[in-house]
């Protein structure tokens, strides 16, 4: 059972629009939410995150929008860059628990 | 500041063989986890340790799947005997106490890629 689950496994943008990248979950427990980046032959790398008391998080070009009541979230990557091309992983974690539970991942491919 | 190391980075075996991934956590750090990434599953948490003591292996798969956490600076990820699919990359993480249980925010090794022929 797939508690956090990104249903598109891959996307393809052109540079300088706007990449958007959605994961679903089905814990209502979860209370933090979290985006990692993760290139080829290299561990993922913690990218955003947001708490379930706010509906959005903004860092720069990244902003993570979150649907509680959907239970959804996007990462929203504006403009987009080639050196975005990547896979990026939802996570979610759970209150009072020490670990992170994450999707399957979306590949990110960003052209000229 | 040295980040998680792993080894092997490559690991290509017989179908029976035992293998034996390695782990050096960020000092400091008190969390410790196993994820193996696949294609149909993503990132699977396997278990995790708290100041080297096992808390939650209901990720590991089967009987064939060991973890030992001997201090804090080193643990292993055993499989014995290895099958096909056991293939996959493992990653190790360490996390702190606060960054844990506040942001969940993990860092990751590079990955160990494992092919069981």
């Known amino acids: 059972d797939q508690q956090v689950k990104q249903n598109s496994p891959s996307l393809s943008v052109q540079e300088g629009r706007i990449s958007i990248l959605n994961c679903d979950y089905t814990n209502s427990m979860f209370d933090y939410f979290l985006w990692y980046k993760k290139y080829p032959a290299e561990g993922p790398t913690f990218l955003i995150s947001?708490?379930?008391?706010?509906d959005k998080n903004e860092d720069g070009r990244f902003t993570v929008f979150l649907n509680k009541s959907a239970k959804h979230l996007s990462l929203h990557i504006v403009p987009s860059q080639p050196g975005d091309s990547a896979v990026y992983f939802c996570a979610a974690s759970a209150v009072n628990t020490d670990k992170l539970i994450f999707g399957t991942g979306t590949r990110l491919q960003v052209f000229p | 500041d040295a980040g998680v190391i792993q080894s092997p980075r490559h690991e290509v075996t017989e179908m029976g063989q035992e293998v034996t991934l390695r782990c050096k956590p960020i000092?400091?750090?008190?969390?410790l986890f196993w994820y193996r990434q696949t294609m149909m599953r993503g990132l699977e948490l396997l278990i995790y340790?708290?100041?080297?003591?096992?808390?939650?292996d209901s990720g590991m798969p089967e009987d064939r799947f060991s973890a030992k956490m001997p201090n804090a600076s080193f643990s292993t990820l055993k499989i014995q005997p290895s099958e096909p699919r056991d293939s996959a990359v493992y990653f190790c993480a360490s996390s702190s106490r606060q960054g844990a249980l506040v942001t969940g925010e993990l860092f990751f090794g590079e990955g160990s890629r494992l092919t069981v022929l």
């Open positions: 947001i708490s379930s008391i706010k």
């Open positions: 000092s400091g750090h008190d969390y």
């Open positions: 340790f708290n100041n080297n003591v096992p808390i939650d």
